[in-house]
């Protein structure tokens, strides 16, 4: 998961930068961070996308048609 894929997965669940960093136990400073392209630790790269993955979140890898974020069936 990268910034822009965080923003668009927040965005499609109606959650603002507060929801998700409480939901994720981290601070809004962080995952403003995360959405800007700056470097997160690992550890907590991953605690946010697991948030977004259980709320439904399915994260699309490089293909050749970019990165990007759908609902999971």
Do not use: H, Y
């Amino acid at each position: 998961m990268n910034g822009i894929q965080c923003k668009l997965a927040r965005v499609a669940l109606g959650w603002g930068v507060l929801e998700l960093a409480k939901a994720a136990n981290v601070s809004t400073q962080t995952i403003t961070r995360l959405e800007r392209g700056d470097q997160l630790r690992s550890s907590t790269l991953k605690r946010v996308q697991r948030v977004l993955e259980d709320a439904g979140i399915e994260f699309i890898p490089e293909n050749g048609g970019g990165v990007g974020v759908r609902f999971k069936k």
